[in-house]
């Protein structure tokens, strides 16, 4: 069974870090790339991050260069996103996803698998 199950989500103040991670099963983890995406409610949903198949590869929207990093820890077959210096526009929920491509997809139909999400509040 095809999974990514995403943690570590919760309420943090501005200024504040939180790491994400998201625990894939049921596939070759080292076959694909993943990304990190997030929805904040009446809006679309946002790429914000990510990292492709060996790794080598990062990409990120303007929103959040130099405050998140995606990174990919083969061993455990899990991908985390730490994200730095939070605004409350970073307050959304956060979906961890997979793609097959050798490149970094942004767009949402280049991933083929999703997690359920985890919330993410950045409040005083």
């Known amino acids: ?7 570590g989500g919760g309420l943090v103040q501005p200024g504040g870090s939180l790491r994400l991670s998201c625990a894939a099963s049921g596939f070759t983890f080292d076959s694909y790339g993943f990304g990190w995406f997030r929805q904040a409610p009446g809006e679309d949903r946002e790429f914000v991050a990510g990292i492709s198949r060996d790794g080598r590869i ?5 929103s959040v260069k ?13 991908v985390f996103l730490q994200m730095n210096s939070l605004k409350t526009e970073d307050t959304a929920v956060y979906y961890c996803a997979a793609h097959p491509s050798p490149w970094v997809p942004r767009r949402m139909d280049g991933y ?9 509040t950045v409040s005083s």
């Open 58 to 62: 990062t990409e990120y929207p303007d």
């Open 1 to 7: 069974q095809v999974q990514l199950v995403e943690s």
């Open 66 to 78: 130099g405050r998140f990093t995606i990174s990919r820890h083969s061993p455990t077959n899990t």
């Open 112 to 120: 083929n698998t999703w997690g359920q999400g985890t919330q993410v």
